[in-house]
């Protein structure tokens, strides 16, 4: 399957926490041009104690999208792959279907999981047989508080982009990337660690195969073939965790750069052969995970632009309207804080109160509460701006220090990369060239695989070629990119 030499489009679909969107590649020529044909918002949901993602809602959305990249592409689809958030998954019924709305990743239930967890397997044990930070939200947990909930252990299950890829291929897999986020696989290999499912007493055989990225899973579901675009449209898995996704869209040489994809978080790392594991890497909860072609993202996560939308939230509620852009200039108006919070306080990464939950930490700092008038939000904003500028410097210290990489230059992914006084602090905090990348890298990273995936040069034990995605991206990066998502506003 080589779509570019027979013409024919392909469909990346990018699932996020607060955003979902279809995007679809065709051919001017031998020039690819893309363009987000359908984009619908996406939002944990309240039932009760617990939040929930409405997975139908989600999965109607993706079809949505697809039903109206098929009316355009008279040319046909080649192919179709999904990427999206890590660690939420969906349990499988007798009948294939989900069995119930699956747990969000926020949701508290993992908090008495994680301790008892560590009661069995304690954190330095589990770092040492994955790799993987220990972070409440990884799907270890969430199963095991599944079964401390009473639920079937023996239920199948699948992680929630290849939850979609599986309704639309009806094979259910666990793609390398996104297997690696569950602290479930053995460390710098892509198979599911056994002494972990035994010691914690979860069912081994209810978890997915696990493919590598740029895996073709098959055809499109009959279901989808009365649309002549859909004829012979293969499923692919790509790098099926968003950040491995946009990862692969930097088509950077060399071993002197590092990364930060921006958005609900910030995830700040490097790419890596292999995992990098001393005792300084676990004390300060470095991962190592999954990346296309079989690498490593040696990364740590930090808070990232759900703490200023939670803040835009909270002001709205107040009556306090911002646009992104005039916060920004607002913010690029006032001088540096007097005092930086720390963005990733256990606090912080639970909704809710979120202003009230920074101006305790002004508190124990000596430092006077911020209101919600107009000119303290902007106050606010801009000691959001300055404490993630730092918290990057300081990792990024520590990955030069661990790894013994001289970093020069710092690639910014993600929607995240569009903010310029971000950016521009974080220049200055960390002394790096940065070098900001598309808003949309992910669904550029995501194309790139699936052009990867046709081609015949790839290892199918680590899956597709670093060289060849690099080569995609680059060309995708440096072709005519049509994001302008013209055909819808929402």
Not at 22 to 49: D, T
Not at 140 to 153: E, I, R, S, T, W
């Amino acid at each position: 399957m080589d779509s570019a030499a027979n013409g024919k489009a392909l469909v990346a679909i990018d699932l996020g926490a607060q955003s979902c969107r279809v995007s679809l590649l065709r051919w001017n020529g031998n020039k690819p041009e893309i363009e987000v044909i359908h984009r619908f918002s996406n939002a944990p949901i309240a039932a009760g104690e617990h939040l929930l993602w409405d997975i139908e809602a989600i999965f109607e959305g993706v079809v949505d999208g697809l039903r109206a990249s098929a009316a355009l592409a008279v040319e046909g689809i080649a192919s179709i792959a999904v990427d999206g958030w890590a660690v939420d998954y969906v349990h499988l019924n007798k009948c294939g279907s989900a069995s119930a709305r699956p747990f969000c990743y926020r949701d508290t239930r993992t908090e008495k999981a994680e301790i008892e967890v560590h009661a069995i397997l304690p954190p330095s044990r589990l770092y040492a047989l994955t790799g993987i930070q220990i972070l409440r939200i990884n799907t270890l947990y969430q199963l095991y508080a599944d079964k401390l909930a009473g639920f079937d252990k023996h239920l199948p299950w699948v992680n929630v982009p290849e939850f979609i890829s599986y309704r639309l291929s009806g094979k259910r897999v666990s793609e390398y990337t996104n297997a690696t986020h569950t602290g479930l696989v053995a460390m710098g290999t892509q198979s599911w660690r056994q002494e972990i499912f035994r010691e914690l007493g979860l069912d081994i055989a209810a978890a997915p195969e696990i493919v590598p990225s740029g895996t073709m899973l098959g055809p499109l579901s009959p279901e989808f073939s009365e649309m002549p675009a859909f004829r012979g449209t293969q499923i692919i898995v790509p790098a099926c965790h968003d950040t491995a996704s946009a990862i692969a869209a930097i088509p950077a040489a060399g071993d002197d750069w590092a990364f930060i994809s921006s958005g609900t978080w910030s995830l700040v790392g490097t790419v890596l052969d292999a995992p990098c594991v001393p005792e300084e890497a676990r004390d300060l909860n470095f991962t190592n995970l999954g990346s296309a072609g079989g690498r490593i993202c040696f990364l740590k996560n930090v808070n990232g632009m759900w703490l200023l939308r939670q803040c835009m939230d909270e002001w709205e509620a107040h009556g306090v309207r911002w646009s992104f852009q005039e916060l920004l200039s607002r913010c690029a108006a006032l001088p540096e804080p007097a005092a930086l919070i720390d963005v990733d306080d256990t606090q912080l990464m639970v909704p809710g109160h979120t202003i009230d939950k920074i101006n305790a930490q002004l508190e124990s700092l000596g430092q006077p509460k911020i209101g919600l008038d107009a000119d303290s939000c902007a106050a606010l904003a801009t000691m959001i701006f300055h404490s993630l500028a730092a918290r990057y410097a300081e990792v990024l210290g520590w990955i030069g220090k661990i790894t013994g990489k001289k970093l020069e230059r710092l690639f910014i992914v993600g929607g995240g990369s569009r903010n310029s006084l971000l950016n521009t602090l974080t220049a200055q905090r960390t002394g790096l060239e940065v070098l900001p990348g598309s808003a949309e890298s992910t669904t550029i990273g995501n194309f790139a695989i699936q052009l990867a995936a046709g081609e015949n040069d790839w290892d199918f034990s680590k899956g597709v070629s670093v060289k060849s995605v690099a080569k995609w991206a680059e060309r995708l990066a440096g072709s005519s990119l049509v994001f302008s998502n013209d055909r819808e506003t929402g």
